[in-house]
């Protein structure tokens, strides 16, 4: 099982859509959650990072829920811009320390 | 400020031959790591400095890789004997001295292995 699990998508949304990412983590330890935009043959950058009481940085909003051990982000208005690969990343998983772990990635495709 | 920048954009090489990639990271940024990704799949961990010291290198793959950071500034990998599943865009980021700094990623170094 991988240690965090995204659907690859791709979702294909209509500008001014709301689409909403899912991902799961497997190990309970984990420390920090965020997720990563990644456009098309460039490096990730980081978007935002996932607290447990939820945090909202314009029309993005992150979600923890360390129970279930599942983090989702929410896209209001879907711009054209949005289209990217959205990384679920964990940090602290194995070992603890500072490296990342990714998930797959979720490819975004907003149209006309 | 100038970002993280790596060294070459791209290389393609012969399977038994040797490439070294370069990654300068963020100036005052003691945290420098390599990640990897190979095609269809996640990036992958591949080790940490902190400084010039190894504080992790769990996720190297063999020891055809060998990464350094002699000075803590500017730290090389170097892949020895390439092979074929060595191909793939490696990517080196760079934090401050806090546990809780952002990881800045460079634009990575696309490996084709032939």
């Known amino acids: 099982r991988k240690e965090v699990e995204q659907d690859p998508g791709p979702f294909n949304v209509p500008e001014g859509a709301t689409v909403a990412f899912n991902c799961t983590y497997s190990?309970?330890?984990?420390?920090?959650f965020f997720w990563y935009r990644q456009d098309c043959r460039k490096e990730p950058k980081l978007l935002m990072s996932?607290?447990?009481s939820g945090n909202e940085d314009g029309r993005f909003t992150a979600q923890l829920n360390r129970a279930s051990q599942y983090i989702s982000l929410l896209i209001r208005d879907s711009k054209l811009s949005d289209s990217a690969t959205y990384l679920c990343?964990?940090?602290?998983?194995?070992?603890?320390?500072?490296?990342?772990?990714f998930g797959t990635g979720t490819q975004l495709k907003v149209e006309l | 400020e100038a970002g993280v920048t790596q060294f070459p954009s791209h290389s393609v090489i012969e399977k038994g031959q040797t490439v070294t990639l370069r990654c300068d990271p963020i100036?005052?940024?003691?945290?420098l790591y390599w990640y990897r990704r190979v095609m269809g799949k996640e990036i992958k961990f591949l080790l940490h400095?902190?400084?010039?010291?190894?504080?992790?290198e769990s996720g190297m793959p063999n020891n055809r890789f060998l990464a350094e950071r002699t000075g803590g500034t500017y730290s090389t990998l170097k892949v020895q004997p390439a092979e074929l599943e060595d191909s793939g865009v490696y990517f080196c980021?760079?934090?401050?001295?806090?546990?809780?700094?952002?990881?800045?990623f460079g634009p990575g170094t696309r490996l084709t292995v032939t």
């Open positions: 980021a760079s934090s401050g001295r806090s546990y809780d700094y952002e990881q800045y």
């Open positions: 190990n309970s330890a984990s420390q920090s």
């Open positions: 996932v607290y447990s």
């Open positions: 990343v964990v940090k602290g998983v194995t070992g603890g320390g500072n490296k990342l772990t």
């Open positions: 100036s005052g940024h003691d945290n």
């Open positions: 400095f902190v400084k010039e010291s190894k504080q992790d």
